[in-house]
């Protein structure tokens, strides 16, 4: 029913930027917490930061002080502004939520972008 559709993601060189986005589509939905995760070759996926709906942030540490995460309720988008990327960056970059369903009612539960590559070469 409800989908979450990130884009931006491309090919960089090490010290740019990007903006990574993430929008909720679908019907009868509220999202709660959203939030950005990032997988490397192999198997291990990573949070790299998390939003509460009324805007309360946290990073993981090696993004601290060059990502940015917000979001706009009004239009069920979440944002990720990527600055200062590094080689080590380079992942598959997935945006997740927390969606409750109005009609019909149902609890919150976690739904899973498709994945948007980030490259960044040295």
């Known amino acids: 029913q409800v989908q979450l559709v990130e884009s931006g993601g491309g090919l960089v060189q090490a010290g740019g930027s990007l903006r990574l986005s993430c929008a909720a589509s679908?019907?009868?939905?509220?999202?709660?917490?959203m939030g950005w995760y990032r997988q490397a070759p192999g198997p291990q996926r990573e949070l790299v930061a998390a939003?509460?709906?009324?805007?309360?942030?946290n990073y993981a540490d090696f993004v601290k002080g060059r990502f940015t995460v917000s979001r706009d309720n009004a239009k069920n988008t979440v944002y990720l502004q990527m600055n200062s990327l590094k080689p080590e960056d380079t992942a598959v970059y997935y945006c997740?939520?927390?969606?409750?369903?109005?009609?019909?009612?149902?609890?919150?539960?976690?739904?899973w972008g498709q994945g948007t590559q980030v490259t960044v070469s040295s």
């Open positions: 997740n939520a927390a969606i409750m369903g109005l009609r019909p009612l149902s609890p919150f539960r976690d739904y």
């Open positions: 679908g019907t009868d939905f509220r999202i709660n917490n």
């Open positions: 939003i509460t709906r009324d805007g309360n942030t």
